[in-house]
């Protein structure tokens, strides 16, 4: 085996030209793919970080009346559900596989919230003390929120650094006052991500995927949420987990929980937002498109090996007399099989090589200048090389069969 390889290179080497055009579909074929799939990998991906986040893995658990989300907002204080208390959120931290919890108020467009004269469009949130900690926010500027804070109902908020820039033009917001509904709230602080990250928006169904408000977010203690919006409400729930993959889990259990614990009108109950689901189906339906483009890139392939099987048939009427005498010597037909078979199979695993290496360049050079993101993707590399040596093994094999079967003394006298 290894003499018909090192043969096989030989051969290659010696009819480079021909060699390299002969691999030309190959190459082009294996690029096309690793492109196409490096592309549909990191697509995928992206469409993950866009709806999950970025070292975030906290699933949202929120009141459900039939099939909508309930909307606290425009609708009124449902019957039969309860706030939940401090057993109710430690209740939840004993579920497997929960890493921890938070318990919080919404309002997506926030109406009656203004500084000075200047109308807040973004969301605001009352939120219990494990709330930033859960998800990853740190303060920048100010304080965060303090056990008096929570314990005596005071009127503090927290902006994050979207609001510091847009509603304060500029200045330090700490020390100022929102009004909410007429309330005084004063700003004690700024807040940030330790990750920062942003959704990839590259068209408007993007935009109403993946934001829900770009107006900045400004977070108020659970205890004064009352004093803000003048009612106490039913709480939505972040459920956070060690791993991404769990997230469906968590947020199933957490709603199970939720829903026998908190609510006793049938109307109601609590269900999880399933971020992997919507990252799955928006993933598919991203794929399903590319798929084809896979499969048509494909065809090259096969196109590359019937130009394999017609060099390697021009091969065998080249060394006719070489086959010839290798057989008068004493070489069997199995051997004279093997070595065009081999022969086939490294042309066609070069160029799968070298179509690879061209993928994987032609993929970063599209992301980096279409800004669309890619993902090189092993297990499809491994399978394109294997792919492209058996297309040598199968389109040789009518080369192979037809020098082992050459008759010796015909094959010595041929000129």
């Known amino acids: 085996m290894l003499e018909n390889i090192s043969l096989s290179f030989q051969s290659v080497w010696a009819h480079k030209i021909r060699s390299f055009l002969t691999m030309l579909g190959i190459i082009i074929g294996i690029a096309s793919i690793i492109t196409i799939v490096s592309t549909i990998k990191g697509t995928n991906e992206q469409i993950k970080k866009n709806l999950i986040g970025s070292g975030v893995n906290a699933v949202v658990v929120s009141l459900y009346q039939d099939d909508y989300e309930y909307d606290l907002q425009y609708q009124e204080n449902p019957d039969g559900v309860r706030q939940a208390d401090r057993q109710t959120l430690e209740d939840l931290k004993q579920i497997e596989r929960v890493s921890g919890v938070a318990a919080f108020h919404k309002r997506s467009y926030a109406e009656n919230v203004y500084y000075l004269n200047a109308a807040f469009s973004g969301s605001v949130y009352g939120v219990d003390q494990a709330y930033f900690s859960l998800y990853g926010l740190t303060v920048s500027a100010g304080r965060g929120f303090t056990d008096d804070d929570y314990e005596n109902y005071r ?23 929102l009004e909410f509904n007429g309330e ?12 920062s990250f942003s959704p990839v928006i590259n068209s408007l169904s993007d935009y109403y995927t993946y934001m829900q408000s770009d107006g900045g977010r400004i977070y108020l203690p659970d205890s004064a949420w009352p004093v803000a919006f003048r009612f106490d409400e039913p709480q939505s729930f972040a459920v ?3 791993q991404t993959d769990d997230m469906t889990y968590v947020g199933q259990k957490a709603a199970e929980y939720l829903s026998g614990a908190l609510v006793s009108n049938g109307d109601y109950a609590y269900r999880a937002a399933d971020l992997l689901q919507q990252a799955k189906q928006l993933q598919e339906l991203s794929s399903s498109t590319n798929r084809q483009l896979v499969w048509i890139a494909g065809i090259s392939l096969i196109v590359g090996g019937i130009g394999v099987m017609n060099i390697m048939l021009v091969t065998v009427s080249e060394r006719t007399r070489e086959i010839g005498l290798k057989k008068a010597i004493g ?4 051997r004279i099989l093997r070595q065009f078979l081999t022969e086939a199979a490294v042309l066609t ?7 690879v290496l061209a993928g994987i360049l032609l993929a970063k050079l599209l992301s980096l200048f279409m800004q669309t993101p890619s993902a090189v ?12 040596t058996v297309i040598g093994v199968v389109f040789g094999l009518i080369p192979a069969v037809k020098a082992a079967n050459l008759n010796p003394i015909d094959a010595l006298r041929r000129e």
Do not use: H, R
Not at 331 to 334: G, L, R, S, Y
């Open 240 to 242: 956070g987990t060690p």
């Open 155 to 177: 009127k503090v908020a927290v902006v994050d650094t979207q609001v510091a820039g847009s509603l304060f033009g500029g200045k330090s917001p700490v020390g100022e006052t």
């Open 349 to 355: 695993s070069l160029g799968g090589v070298i179509g």
């Open 184 to 195: 005084p709230f004063t700003v004690v602080g700024v807040v940030t991500e330790k990750q």
């Open 331 to 334: 070489a069997k037909k199995q």
């Open 377 to 388: 993707s092993i297990p499809a590399i491994l399978v394109a090389v294997a792919f492209s």
